[in-house]
Nanobody, 126 residues
Framework: QLQLVESGGNLVQPGGSLRLSCAAS????????IGWFRQAPGKEREGVAS???????YYADSVKGRFTVSRDNAKNTVYLQMDSLKPEDTGVYYC????????????????????WGQGTQVTVSS
């Protein structure tokens, strides 16, 4: 069974950067679409970025131009580089996986994904 473990969350000042990692075990990530989601206190979980199985990337409007998703299949790891962080980026960040290539309409929808990590906390505050 595919298992995902996120890391890299931390407390950072506004304008700062963080890189989150999503390490997979059990299966190679090559044929999987990977999504990054976040949940702020009192809010629903939302999709922020995705790397489809063909390498195509997608971003929510709120993070476009600031976040970059990439994958290193040799290390079986997907990364989320977060720059120009804002307080509203605060939340628990999760990575998720689904086998196969997803449609553009589905890549940021949490119900599409069936493997989830435990999450890592990102706090943006001065």
């Amino acid at each position: 069974q595919l298992q995902l473990v996120e890391s890299g969350g931390n407390l950072v000042q506004p304008g700062g950067s963080l890189r989150l990692s999503c390490a997979a075990s059990g299966f190679g990530l090559d044929p999987y679409a990977i999504g990054w989601f976040r949940q702020a206190p009192g809010k629903e979980r939302e999709g922020v970025a995705s790397s489809n199985s063909d390498g195509t990337t997608y971003y929510a409007d709120s993070v476009k131009g600031r976040f970059t998703v990439s994958r290193d299949n040799a290390k079986n790891t997907v990364y989320l580089q977060m720059d120009s962080l804002k307080p509203e980026d605060t939340g628990v960040y999760y990575c998720a996986a689904r086998f196969g290539r997803l449609s553009a309409a589905g890549v940021l929808r949490e119900f599409i994904y069936n493997y989830w990590g435990q999450g890592t906390q990102v706090t943006v505050s001065s």
